[in-house]
Every structure is written in C-alpha cells, then in structure tokens.
Antibody
Framework: EVQLVESGGGLVQPGGSLRLSCAASGFTFSSYPIHWVRQAPGKGLEYVSAISSDGGSTYYANSVRGRFTISRDNSKNTLYLQMGSLRAEDTAMYFC???????????WGQGTLVTVSS | EIVMTQSPVTLSVSPGERATLSCRASQSITSNLAWYQQKPGQAPRLLIYGASTGATGIPARFSGSGSGTEFTLTISSLQSEDFAVYSCQQYNNWPPTFGGGTKVEIK
C-alpha cells in the first residue's frame, strides 16, 4: 500500500523557519517526482514545490522561491521542505503528493499544518 | 500560468440525485485534467485523470468529460459518502494549477 506521511508542522513566528518531512512507503520512492502542495484555510490547493526522482532538478512556485528549499533522501525514502522567512500567508496544510508521469497526483499524504503567527 | 475556475462554489444536492460540476481553464489544456475529492481532515483522492479516465477503485457513478477549456465532473446518483469538496487540476502547462473547488453539500 502506498503511503505518504508528513510531519514537522507547527506554530512558528513570522520570519521563522521550519522543516517538513514526508516519509514514503509502498512504492519505489526513487522512481517518482514528488511535489509539495498546500491549502490555506478555506482556500483551494496550491502547488508549492517539486523535485525530480533523482533530486537533481527542483522547482518552486513564485510565492516561495528563494525562501523554501525542497530536497529528498532516496536512501531514506523521505522528502523534505525547508521553509524560511515564513509569512502569515504561508499558513496552510502542507501535503506531499506523488506525481505520475503525465502530471496528475495519484497519491497524497494526510498533510501537516503550518501556522505562521506571532 | 493557467487559471482554473470551478463552478458553482457550492452545490446543494439530495441523496440519489445527479450532480454536475464544472471546471474551466483560461486556455486550452487538451485533456490534461484531473479531478480530486477531498473530505474534511483528509487528503485529496484522485478520481479522474485525462479528463475522463477513472482512477483505480473509483465507483462508476463518477464520470468526467470535456476537452480544451471546458470540463465536467458528473456524479450520477449521489451517495452519502460523496458529500465533499471536488477540485480540478490542469497538468498541461507548468506550473500545475488547481481550481478553487466545489463543495457538494446535502440539500
């Protein structure tokens, strides 16, 4: 069974940092690009960042470029999102999602909540 | 980036009735569209990809149609477990983008 389990969310002050993790199991982790997608309270889903299967290529939404860093450790089947210079508008549930070859998301984690507030 | 617009925002339907949800893209995305279902506190679940192909294990009452810029998700006979938020996503252009969602609620 494919599983994606996020962790690392919490309450952080504006300007602070946080590292999210996404532990994968049930599939060959190193074969798939993985994305971070977030959902602000009461809002729609928003693509945040992506990483290629080997970690060699990374991509970011304009809203987080320069502040967030995505990485992965294929030996540990784990994805990361290092978040810095956090703003109130980064408050959201953060999901990791497995992207299939054509571009849709076939599996999602349950999410981890990030709240940026003083 | 491509803007995805869903309508209506909220759809009130009685159990057993048919629900029709719309998704419009700001430019052509051919058939590169997916639909997801999301219940409170849960992860999104893939329902439809390629605009009309049902994902594994999805009941036949869910169907998708459309191409280009206009897409529809139809739930033929709503069951109690179908009351949820439905989102569309385009993957034709980078970055992937989502619609704002349609909440299907009990009438």
């Amino acid at each position: 069974e494919v599983q994606l389990v996020e962790s690392g969310g919490g309450l952080v002050q504006p300007g602070g940092s946080l590292r999210l993790s996404c532990a994968a199991s049930g599939f060959t982790f190193s074969s798939y690009p993985i994305h971070w997608v977030r959902q602000a309270p009461g809002k729609g889903l928003e693509y945040v960042s992506a990483i290629s299967s080997d970690g060699g290529s990374t991509y970011y939404a304009n809203s987080v470029r320069g502040r967030f860093t995505i990485s992965r450790d294929n030996s540990k089947n784990t994805l990361y999102l290092q978040m810095g210079s956090l703003r109130a508008e980064d408050t959201a549930m953060y999901f990791c999602a497995r992207r299939d070859i054509t571009g849709y998301y076939s599996y999602w984690g349950q999410g981890t909540l990030v709240t940026v507030s003083s | 980036e491509i803007v995805m617009t869903q309508s209506p925002v909220t759809l009130s339907v009685s159990p057993g009735e048919r629900a029709t949800l719309s998704c419009r893209a700001s430019q052509s995305i051919t058939s590169n569209l997916a639909w997801y279902q999301q219940k409170p506190g849960q992860a999104p679940r893939l329902l439809i990809y390629g605009a009309s192909t049902g994902a594994t294990g999805i009941p036949a009452r869910f169907s998708g149609s459309g191409s280009g810029t206009e897409f529809t998700l139809t739930i033929s006979s709503l069951q109690s477990e179908d009351f949820a938020v439905y989102s569309c996503q385009q993957y034709n252009n980078w970055p992937p983008t989502f619609g704002g969602g349609t909440k299907v609620e009990i009438k």
